[in-house]
């Protein structure tokens, strides 16, 4: 059961930890593997109910289609979206990938600002 306001879900465990190593307040990070089951898939739902939720995946077609399922089913979630020219957020640089996310109105450590 997610513990903060805030939860970002990503494909794998290197997104993941790219990700913590960027924010700087209290998120919870859920990893997908690249794939995600019914079950699973409606755990997530009934956790993240009242949470903000953001999706950020790779932009290359696993990815993509992740997207498209978890967009049916969590329709209140919120999308971040690299630049294509990265392709994955685990090999994307640490300042877009923090600037996207200072988009979104997630903080990150000051030695990522631009």
Do not use: W
Request: charged content about 30%; aromatic content about 6%; some cysteine.
């Amino acid at each position: 059961m997610p513990l903060n306001e805030k939860v970002i879900i990503v494909e794998g465990m290197t997104d993941k930890r790219r990700i913590l190593d960027i924010v700087n307040e209290p998120v919870d990070i859920i990893c997908t593997n690249g794939t995600i089951g019914v079950t699973k898939l409606d755990e997530l739902v009934d956790q993240f109910y009242d949470k903000e939720v953001y999706i950020f995946v790779d932009a290359d077609e696993s990815g993509e289609k992740l997207r498209k399922l978890l967009k049916r089913e969590l329709p209140h979630a919120k999308h971040l979206y690299i630049h294509r020219e990265y392709r994955e957020v685990a090999t994307a640089p640490k300042k877009h990938l923090s600037a996207v996310l200072l988009q979104a109105n997630i903080k990150v450590k000051g030695k990522y600002l631009l």
